[in-house]
Each structure stands twice: as structure tokens, then as C-alpha cells.
């Protein structure tokens, strides 16, 4: 019997326990930064926009980032854009320091701009890497190991972790995910990797070849439209998720943290039970019953009363994105030839993170109309209902138009 893929294989252990930091410090700042903001203003939309900047590095630089991660060394560009990383989150804490001074969400805004900037190069390649280290038999095992891990301390220890140390200083959690993110770019150095195959092209052909593998894969242009559209209902609603537990639930910054957290176990228990329900139900029916849980999940939270109903409904979402997770990546390594991965891997992401700065801003705006007419409540609740509703059309699309299996 083989030995389990964390023990025989260094490198996986290596590129899982930086990203298990670099998760870490990532779930202190997915609870910090829109609390920051709230600090700053109350805003709906100007909140919104600092969710937005994070995310608009996507639509804007997802596709040359791919040429860019090709040509390059993994181990050596993850590492850097690591460093970069802290000295981008070192800046947010400055500000966080003169949160007072007017006009500061607007810096924050350009902050995660530049933060998002460079976690498009970093997850790109970190994904792209994976199949040089690990066999195409261990993919499902790996992601499902490293998705555990982001949930695990991204999203379960992390948030709660923000909200005590927001209640010693809000500058704290950033300087810890700086100094996370500089171990974590440590350990990436250490990564043994052969040199693979590279693009010797000029960037503008190597472009088109990955543009046009695209093109020419209906399936994987369908499924990078699905995603490209639930991204957007996620993200609107998520952006909206601090205000609505702040304005509608009443709950503190480390209440909220736990609230997040119950998310981050249904990811967990997803991504665990991932294989076993790929080999239970098949993968079309499993990407179906994942965007069907999101609908319910967000209608769910529409309709909360309580933090603990907010909690019950996050675990479901998560669970399912993280099943849905598991397939389609797993999917997409063993499909895209790996001289394209990077190219390939960004276009599509590209199409499906693209959506969401606009998700994020929709949100937003979305709340600051209906509130004119519904109140401030109302509007919040409408907005995780529509998201609902939004699911069950998509859906319909993914049912009939799907096939993974």
C-alpha cells in the first residue's frame, strides 16, 4: 500500500504548508480589510469598491499573467510575489493607522488593487505547478488536501483569529499576514522542481495559442462561463455579507469571524468528501447539486434572524463550492496539456474570476437603490435573494449543457 501523498512527496509538503501560511494570513485580511473599510466609511458602494479592487486584477491581467507564468520559473515567481504581497499588506497597515484622514477608503481602494494584482500571479502559478509535482493520479487528493488547507486556516482560523486581534488594534492582523507571507515565500524556495517545458515564442503568439485551445474546448469555455457567472452572484452577495451581519444581525467583528468559520468547515467536510461523492453520484450530477445548495444557501441567508442561521447556510454554500472545487480543477490539469497550463489555466480563470469585481460592485449598488425604497434591511435581504433566485437559472443552463463525466 502507498505511502499518503503528504509523507512521500517533500515538494507537495513544501507548496502545502506555505500555502497553509499564506491561507492563514489571507483569512485574517478577508476579515480585516472590509472591516477597515467599514471603519472609514458607511457607504455601501464605496465599501463594495474596496471588494471590487481586489478582485478587478482578474478581468484585467488573468490572461498575460498566463503567458508570464509559462516562461517562468514557479517556484521563483511565487516566492517574489509573496515578498511583494507583504510589502503591499505592510502599506495597508500604515493606513489602517490613519484611518481618520479623509478620503482613506479610496487608498484602500488602490491598496487591494495592487494587493489583487499580485495574488493573480500567485494563485495561477501555485495551480499551475501542481501537476509538475504530483502525479495525475494524486491530483484529486492533492487539491482536495490543499483546498482543506486554505479552508482550514483561510477561513475557519483565520476570520475569528482577525476578530480578537481587531479588538487589540485593527492594524494587527495585517502585520501578521506580512510576516506569514515572508515564511511562506521561504518555503516555496525551497520547492525542488525540474525545469519543464517553456514558451519560446513572442508573448503575442503564445497568447493566441492559448486563446485559441480555448476557443477550440466547448466544454471548457461553458464551464468557465458557469463559474464566471456564479463568481458574480458569490461575490455580490459576499460583499454584502459584513454590512448585513453589522447592520441586520447585530453581530461583532469576532461573532462574525465564527460566522465565517462555519463556512470554512462545510469547505472542509466538501473538499473531504469530494472523491467519494464524485464516485457516489458522478460529476455532472455533483456540479448540479453544488450550484442547487448555493441557491438555497443564499436564499437562506436572506431570510436569517440569527447569526446561527447565517452560519448553517454558510457551511452549505462552502461545502458545495468546494465539491464543485475539487472536480472542475482536478478536471482542467488532467485536460489542458501542460505546455498551455498557465495560458490556458488564466483564460478560463479569467472568465470565471473576471465577473466578480463586477459581482462585487453590483452588490453593492444593488443595496444602495433598493434601500431608497425598501430601507436598509430589506434591501440587504433582497440582494441575498435575488442571488437565490439567479442560481436556479444557472442551473437549468448547467443541466443541459454540462457534461463532465
Not at 471588494?51 to 503567458?67: C, E, Q, S
Not at 490556458?344 to 444593488?366: D, E, H, K, Q, T
Request: aromatic letters at 8%; hydrophobic letters at 60%; a positive charge.
Amino acid at each position: 500500500m502507498a505511502a499518503p501523498l503528504l509523507i512521500r512527496n517533500r515538494n507537495f509538503r513544501l507548496l502545502l504548508g506555505a500555502g497553509t501560511l499564506t491561507n492563514l494570513g489571507d483569512g485574517l485580511v478577508t476579515l480585516a480589510l472590509p472591516w477597515l473599510a467599514t471603519l472609514m466609511t458607511k457607504d455601501a458602494f464605496a465599501i463594495s469598491a474596496v471588494a471590487a479592487a481586489g478582485r478587478l486584477p482578474w478581468l484585467l491581467f488573468a490572461i498575460p499573467a498566463g503567458v508570464i507564468i509559462d516562461n517562468a520559473d514557479y517556484r521563483q515567481l511565487i516566492a517574489r510575489t509573496d515578498l511583494l504581497r507583504a510589502a503591499i499588506v505592510l502599506a495597508i497597515l500604515a493606513l489602517a493607522m490613519n484611518a481618520h484622514v479623509q478620503n482613506a477608503v479610496w487608498v484602500l481602494v488602490g491598496l487591494a488593487f495592487l494587493l489583487g494584482s499580485a495574488e493573480v500571479l500567485r494563485d495561477n502559478a501555485a495551480q499551475t505547478m501542481l501537476p509538475s509535482i504530483v502525479g495525475s493520479r494524486d491530483l484529486e487528493v492533492a487539491n482536495g488536501q490543499l483546498w482543506s488547507s486554505e479552508q482550514l486556516t483561510g477561513q475557519f482560523l483565520g476570520p475569528p483569529l482577525a476578530g480578537v486581534l481587531i479588538a487589540a488594534g485593527i492594524g494587527i492582523p495585517f502585520g501578521v499576514d506580512a510576516a506569514l507571507l515572508v515564511l511562506a515565500a521561504g518555503l516555496v524556495w525551497m520547492i525542488s522542481l525540474r525545469a519543464g517545458i517553456r514558451v519560446r515564442t513572442d508573448f503575442r503568439a503564445a497568447l493566441l495559442e492559448g486563446i485559441n485551445f480555448m476557443r477550440g474546448d466547448r466544454l471548457l469555455l461553458r464551464l468557465a462561463i458557469v463559474l464566471g457567472v456564479a463568481n458574480f452572484i458569490a461575490t455580490a452577495t459576499i460583499t454584502m455579507e459584513v454590512i448585513f451581519a453589522q447592520d441586520v444581525l447585530a453581530l461583532s467583528a469576532y461573532f462574525y469571524g465564527w460566522v465565517l468559520s462555519a463556512g470554512a468547515v462545510g469547505a472542509i467536510t466538501g473538499s473531504l468528501l469530494a472523491p467519494r461523492f464524485i464516485a457516489l453520484f458522478g460529476t455532472r450530477a455533483c456540479l448540479n447539486m453544488s450550484i442547487a445548495t448555493w441557491g438555497l444557501g443564499y436564499a437562506t441567508i436572506g431570510l436569517s434572524q440569527t447569526g446561527s442561521m447565517m452560519a448553517i447556510a454558510l457551511f452549505f454554500v462552502m461545502a458545495a463550492a468546494m465539491i464543485w472545487n475539487v472536480i472542475t480543477v482536478s478536471w482542467r490539469q488532467r485536460r489542458i496539456p501542460r505546455d498551455l497550463l498557465g495560458r490556458v489555466n488564466s483564460i478560463y480563470r479569467f472568465f470565471g474570476w473576471g465577473s466578480m469585481p463586477l459581482g462585487a460592485l453590483a452588490g453593492g449598488a444593488a443595496v444602495s437603490v433598493l434601500e431608497h425604497g425598501l430601507g436598509r434591511e430589506y434591501a440587504l435581504r433582497s440582494t441575498f435573494l435575488l442571488a437565490g433566485a439567479a442560481c436556479g437559472l444557472l442551473l437549468v443552463y448547467a443541466a443541459l449543457r454540462l457534461r463532465l463525466d
